[in-house]
């Protein structure tokens, strides 16, 4: 899941962005300020190119022909590969912010619904950008020398501030005596984590076409199925 892959990079609480912002002024202003369905045509390009290939095999070729633009336009809004790349990083965290903010109440002490709201989210970023949780798994796992040294500088900066918050305050009392709220939280994770694996698999025999509402309906069945088991 795209949150638990932001979440697994939480170290410290202060967050730089790096290429998207200095001083607060966005730096791909020609790129922000082209039709948003060009844009997302270039991102969602972008993020599967770089997802399935890695960084060093990634070809700007490649999302240019999948984006339907010319190559000089990838670097007309992007001076180098190096930052379209970290162009995709910085809006991946914003994207899953706004989401955050948006989706998950904080306020919620039953984990159950609070886990249905992080799904929702997830189902959410996936609608608009299918490839955006392999695309940053696969940014955790990059050895490429051109990129690694500026990936640890991030992800040594990144904000844990709202994601740490995501399972905090969670009501244990509900809980059945002797059942682990950690452990608990974990075998839930390992599920979502499984049947999302699932979805992916088979969002690729279908052209990327999947029932959102469906999926949502199931985790939400799993959710209920846990929850029986779990709490009092």
């Not at 967050?15 to 912002?21: K, P």
């Not at 369905?37 to 969602?44: A, C, F, Q, T």
């Not at 955050?100 to 619904?113: A, G, H, I, N, Q």
Request: net charge negative; charged share 30%; aromatic share 12%.
């Amino acid at each position: 899941m795209l949150l638990f892959a932001v979440l697994s990079a939480c170290r410290q609480r202060k967050r730089t962005v790096f290429y998207s912002r200095i001083g607060g002024i966005p730096l791909f202003t020609k790129f922000l300020s082209i039709e948003e369905e060009k844009r997302e045509r270039v991102i969602n390009a972008a993020l599967k190119e770089f997802a399935v290939k890695g960084y060093a095999a990634a070809s700007t070729n490649e999302i240019a022909k999948e984006a339907g633009i010319s190559k000089g336009l990838v670097f007309h809004y992007f001076k180098s590969k190096k930052d379209l790349y970290f162009f995709l990083y910085d809006h991946t965290l914003e994207v899953v912010n706004g989401e955050l903010r948006e989706t998950v109440d904080l306020l919620e002490t039953d984990l159950f619904v609070r886990m249905q709201q992080v799904i929702r989210l997830e189902m959410s970023v996936f609608g608009k950008y299918p490839s955006m949780m392999d695309y940053m798994k696969s940014v955790y796992l990059e050895q490429a020398e051109e990129v690694r040294e500026d990936i640890l500088e991030r992800i040594q900066s990144l904000s844990a501030s709202e994601y740490g918050k995501i399972f905090s305050g969670i009501d244990a009392t509900k809980f059945k005596d002797g059942v682990s709220t950690e452990r608990a939280i974990n075998v839930i994770l390992w599920t979502v984590e499984g049947l999302g694996e699932q979805y992916k698999e088979r969002s690729k025999l279908t052209g990327g076409a999947l029932d959102l509402d469906g999926i949502i309906d199931e985790f939400d069945e799993y959710m209920e199925m846990f929850k029986t088991t779990f709490y009092k």
